[in-house]
């Protein structure tokens, strides 16, 4: 499948370079390759995002050391103890790469806690979840799955599974 790049994107085209075809994808890259936003549509425009199975929790918790969230489905199957923490990409990240494709205005990311405790979700340092206020963690217990909406540079919303 043909691919170019410039001014920090990939496109991937479909059959004969074409930039729509049966998969269409623009994926927006940081330093060192690193993926900060991909959009995945189909040939009917169904939209597809990155996903991560198998990831562990930082154990012992806390915002600095906490495990960042890769991808925007992330199942975390290693959450040993209460307070092992994950760490949400930074919202400025997110609308740096909105600037560079209008379909990309927000983000959300699900995160599956399929460990045996619970575990805290934090945002970037200085960004808060809802209303709980800068640097607080957002609880996901053994079990559910938590989404993550980013608003706006420094917000997010969180829905929790019942």
Same mark, same amino acid.
């Given at each position: 499948?043909?691919?170019? #790049? =410039?001014?920090?994107?990939?496109?991937?085209?479909?059959?004969?370079?074409?930039?729509?075809?049966?998969?269409?994808?623009?994926?927006?890259? =940081?330093?060192?390759?690193?993926?900060?936003?991909?959009?995945?549509? &189909?040939?009917?425009?169904?939209?597809?995002?990155?996903?991560? &199975?198998?990831?562990?929790?930082?154990? @012992?918790? @806390?915002?600095?050391?906490?495990?960042?969230?890769?991808?925007?489905?992330?199942?975390?199957?290693?959450?040993?103890?209460?307070?092992?923490?994950?760490?949400?990409?930074?919202?400025?990240?997110?609308?740096?790469?909105?600037?560079?494709?209008? #379909?990309?205005?927000?983000?959300?990311?699900?995160?599956?806690?399929? =460990?045996?405790?619970?575990?805290?979700?934090?945002?970037?340092?200085?960004?808060?979840?809802?209303?709980?206020?800068?640097?607080?963690?957002?609880?996901?217990?053994?079990?559910?799955?938590?989404?993550?909406?980013?608003?706006?540079?420094?917000?997010?919303?969180?829905?929790?599974?019942?």
């Amino acid at each position: 499948m043909p691919q170019t #790049q =410039g001014a920090g994107k990939s496109f991937v085209g479909g059959p004969g370079g074409a930039e729509r075809g049966p998969w269409y994808s623009k994926i927006f890259t =940081g330093i060192g390759g690193v993926i900060k936003y991909m959009l995945l549509l &189909d040939a009917v425009g169904f939209q597809y995002e990155t996903v991560q &199975d198998g990831l562990v929790a930082h154990a @012992g918790g @806390g915002q600095a050391n906490a495990t960042p969230i890769p991808a925007q489905q992330a199942r975390f199957t290693t959450v040993a103890t209460n307070g092992d923490s994950a760490l949400l990409p930074a919202t400025a990240a997110i609308y740096s790469a909105a600037a560079a494709n209008v #379909q990309a205005s927000s983000a959300s990311f699900m995160v599956v806690n399929a =460990g045996v405790a619970s575990m805290n979700v934090f945002p970037s340092t200085g960004e808060q979840i809802n209303s709980l206020g800068a640097n607080a963690a957002f609880a996901v217990a053994a079990g559910k799955v938590a989404v993550f909406y980013c608003t706006s540079i420094g917000q997010w919303h969180a829905m929790l599974s019942a």
